[in-house]
C-alpha cells in the first residue's frame, strides 16, 4: 500500500508540474517566437525586432507555423519524459505494472524521432539558414 500511495503521489506532483508547463522556441530565421502552454496550445506569439516588417505574408506565416510546432513537439517530448517513470513496472511491486502508452497515437509521429537538441552534431553541418544568412551559428 505504502507503494502505491508513493506511486499516486509522484503522478499528482507530475500532474502538478505540467500544468504549470510552458514552452518558447525561436524559428530559424529568428523573426518569431512562439510559446506553448502545456496542452500543446498556443499562448503567446513574439515578433522579434522588427523583421516581420520585410517578410511576405507566407514568410512570417511560415515562420510562426515553424515555431509553433517546434514548440508544441517540445511540450510533447516534455510530457513523456515526465511520463516515462509511470509506465514502467514496479520492481518492488508486482501488482504495479504500469501502463503502456502509444505515444506516436497520442502526440503524432514526429514525437518519436530523434531530437536535435539532445544529439550533437558530430559532422561540423551548420543548419542551412544559417549558410544562407552567412553566419558561422556564433552569437
Known amino acids: ?6 506511486a499516486q503521489e509522484a503522478v499528482e506532483r507530475t ?5 504549470q508547463a510552458s514552452f ?3 524559428s530559424s530565421d529568428r523573426a ?9 496550445e498556443l499562448t503567446g506569439v513574439e515578433f ?14 511560415a515562420s510562426v507555423l515553424e515555431a509553433a510546432s517546434a514548440a508544441r513537439l ?3 517530448r516534455h510530457v513523456m519524459k515526465a511520463m516515462a517513470p509511470f509506465t514502467e513496472p514496479s520492481s518492488e511491486v508486482p ?4 501502463f503502456e502508452l502509444d505515444w506516436e497515437r497520442i502526440f503524432g509521429p514526429g514525437v518519436l524521432e530523434k531530437d536535435d537538441e539532445d544529439t550533437a552534431r558530430t559532422d561540423g553541418a551548420v543548419p542551412g539558414w544559417r549558410d ?3 553566419e558561422d551559428g556564433e552569437d
Open 1 to 6: 500500500m505504502a507503494e502505491l500511495r508513493s
Open 15 to 19: 500532474e502538478r508540474e505540467l500544468r
Open 32 to 40: 518569431v517566437r512562439a510559446t506553448v502552454g502545456p496542452q500543446g
Open 132 to 134: 544562407a544568412l552567412g
Open 95 to 98: 501488482e504495479l505494472k504500469g
Open 74 to 76: 517540445k511540450m510533447n
Open 24 to 26: 518558447a522556441v525561436l
Open 48 to 61: 522579434l525586432e522588427d523583421k516581420y516588417r520585410s517578410m511576405s505574408p507566407q514568410e512570417l506565416a
